[in-house]
Every structure is written in C-alpha cells, then in structure tokens.
C-alpha cells in the first residue's frame, strides 16, 4: 500500500471533508437569503452567475491617536516615585502642574553638595590669597629688596674707591718725605700696604655688586616667581574644582525641579498606551518611573491618525496612499494609508503569536476626534469592476485546479475554472463560467464528484480541463490588472 493510500491518511481527509461539509453547510445557511430568490423548489441551493462589482479589503481594529505628541517625559537622574499624576483626558493650560516626583533624596543631596561646594570655595579664597602674596613678593624684591642691596653695595663701592684715593695720595706724600729723608723706608711699606688693602677692598665690593646683578637677582626672581606659578597653578586647580562643584549644585537643582513637571502647552493629557499585556497603566501615584521614560503625552488634536496592525498575509498587498474607511461608532471618515512599518511588532503570547506590521491612517481633521477612540479600519485593497464573480462556497480546489459544478437541463456538470482575486467571501472568475450559470453552492455536501475530489485531489484525472492551476498570487496580479 502506497503512502498516498494509506488508513491514516484516508482517516485523515475524511475527517477534513467533515470539517469543510460543517464549514460549507453553515456558509450556505448564511447566504441562503441572498441566492433563493425564487419560490420554485430546486435539488441544490443555487447561485446564478452575474458580472458585479469586487471589493478586495482588509479589516481590523485599531484606535485614534495623534500623530504629532508632546511627550512629557521624566527628566529626574535615576528615576523617581510619583506621588501624584493628573487625571487622563484633562484640557490643561501652559504652566499647569501634570505630576510631582518625590524630591527628598534630591534635597539630601543638595545640602550635601553645598557643603562640598562651599569648601571648595574656601580653598579658591585661600588660592587666590597665595597668588596675590607671590606676585607681592615679586613687586617687593624688584623694587625693595634688591635696589636696597644693590643701593648699599654702590655706596660701599663708592666708599672704597674714596679709601684708595685717600691711601693713594698718602702713599705720594710718604713718596716725597722718604726722598726727603723724613720718612722712612718701614713707614713707606705700611703707606703702600694701605693703597693695596683699599683696593682690594674696591673689587671686593665691585665684585659683589656684578654678582648681585648677574646671579642673586637672577635666583631670588627664579625662586619668588616659581612660587607665583605654584599658587597661580593651585588656584587655577581650585577654581576648577569650584566649578565642578558648582555645576553638580546646579543639576541637583535642576533635578529638583524636574521633580514638579509643569505643562508648556495647552491640550489634552493622556496617558501613553500601555503594554498589551498589562492591566493596569504605567503611570500611577507610587509608580517607579525611569530616567527619559514617557509619562503623559499632550497629543496635537489637528494631526490625527488611525494606527492598526495589518497580518503579514496582506502586508505586500498594502501600498502607501491606499484610500481606507475609519468607522468610529457613529461616524464613518475616510482616510489615507499613510505609513506602513518596516520591521513586525514584537509577537508573543499575549498577540496569540500573531505576526502584524504596524500601519498608520491618516485622517482629516474633525472636531469629534479624540485620542484613544475605537475604530474599525477597512483597507481597500483593490477594486474589480464589471467582472464574474461566484461565492467561495461553490469552489473546490483539486490536483489539476479549481472546480465549479453547474446546475442545467442535463444534470450537474463540472466545471474546470480560472480564479482571480477574492475577498474571502466571493471570487472573481477568470476563465470557465458565463453569465447566467447556476453554479452548486457548497458541492461537497451535495455532489459525490467534489466529495472525492477533495478527498484525494490525486484521483482527479480530467486533462481537458480549459484552464489549468494557478498560484493564488498570479490571479491576485491578473485581476488587479483588469480593475480599475
């Protein structure tokens, strides 16, 4: 026995023709209103073939919301508490408080941050009381310590220089006795010994003077002023440490008021759309919100949009500037896709694992739109006009394609047919049924043929069918081709 005949799999399509004669019978009971327009009696429940209109369009459920939000988000380091939130759907005016964030750490802080800032204040005051005592010290040897010494030393010089004069003109005069005989030669030698020790006495003094100017003053500036270059650098450091700390009083100011956010706009409060899963929002008196996370947002009323999740069955069908009807209770908008996601949204089980991109409808404005507002969204995908058209109760699909049964005077024929595009409850038909065909509404529940094709769509050997099978997406390409 082949795998294609095999109990299991026979027990497995019977238990799927089950399913399909369920699903069928229940289809026809529905649209048994609209293709029993007659009174006469007939064997199978009918549906005479007619050119019409098809609307291809998908359809789900989205909310209202403004495209264009003013997010008022918490600015406080660290996140904080809150400890108490305006109400949602409030109409609030600039300067108005939206929510108040537990401030007592931030005050902690601060006392402590002004007692590092005050000290380092202490330290600049000093810094800059060493600076001024360098650069004094410079002034005060330039012009007093060292014109002093230098004064003294040229006055000892000039002193000197009047000693070796006077020891010189001594010395002539012992000169002039010793030739006389008055003085003697010892006495001459102590005159002598005297002009020599008063000019040694001279270069002493010169030389002092030369050293002072070339090295002492040279040294002592070097000394006084690399004293200057520390205190300066000292008090550049504290001044930088000030400002340091300075800034940090000022953002833990900062952070205390961002703890009371205030509005700077007029609109309407709303809370940001909460997870799906959760029940309850996000922002409540005794929450702990994060650093940048949205609180609140005040929407802008005049940029309003729709945005809905469309299946990824349908979103390579979905185009920019497709023409979509917005149902919102009692009102119906219409609306133009607007934006369509590159990236799914996170599936889980809180979705049922459903893959959907996200889709935005833009609307026009309208005074009774208001964030938040159910709505029922009907893309229109494609529109065929003047084509054939058969409910999708009356094809069944077989190995070598799709298949009608129609009713006529000889009986119940099968029909080989070509499908284009659908909408899930009718099909266009390409290529196999005219005008005026009574095809069989559910077959599989009435014609043994259908029931066996369905079965085991191998059995079906009919190579003389006028159309063969096509991809749903080549018909899909075909019939947007031929509407409008």
Known sequence: MSPATSPLRRWSRKGAILLSLLAGTTAVIALAPRFMGSEK??????????????????????????????????????????????????????????????????????????????????????????????????????????????????????????????????????????????????????????VDSARKDLELKRTRLESLEKYNKVKSLQELRSKLRAAQAKLASFEASLELEKARLDREKLQLANCVIKADTAGMVIFPSMAAWKDTPDIAEGAVVREQQTLLMIPDVSNMQVKVGIHESKIDRLKVGMKAKVQLQDLVLEGTVSEIAEVTRPAGWWTGNLVKYDTKIKLDPHPSLKPGMSAIVDIILAEHKDVITVPVAAIVEGANGFFCWVQSSDGVKKRAIRVGDTNDQFTVVLDGLNVGDAVILNPLAFVEEAQAIAIDPASEKDNAAPANKETRKEANTTSANSGS
């Not at 000093?126 to 600076?131: K, W």
């Open 41 to 194: 009696t007939v064997k199978h429940l009918t549906h005479t073939v007619a050119r019409d209109t098809l609307a291809v369009m998908v359809t789900e459920n989205g909310a209202v919301e403004s495209s264009n939000n003013k997010e008022i988000k918490c600015l406080v380091k660290g996140g904080s508490t809150v400890l108490w939130v305006i109400e949602t759907g409030t109409i609030v005016q600039p300067g108005d408080e939206l929510v108040k964030l537990d401030q007592s750490q931030i005050e902690d802080k601060i006392l402590q941050q002004k007692i590092v800032y005050e000290s380092a204040l202490a330290n600049k005051i000093t810094a800059e009381s060493d600076v001024a005592v360098a650069e004094t010290s410079v002034t005060e040897y330039l012009e007093g310590t060292y014109q002093e010494e230098k004064s003294k030393i040229e006055k000892e010089i000039f002193e000197a220089e009047q000693a070796l004069r006077k020891a010189e003109l001594s010395l002539q005069s012992a000169l002039r006795l010793t030739a006389k005989g008055v003085v003697k030669d010892l006495q001459l030698e102590g005159e002598q010994f005297a």
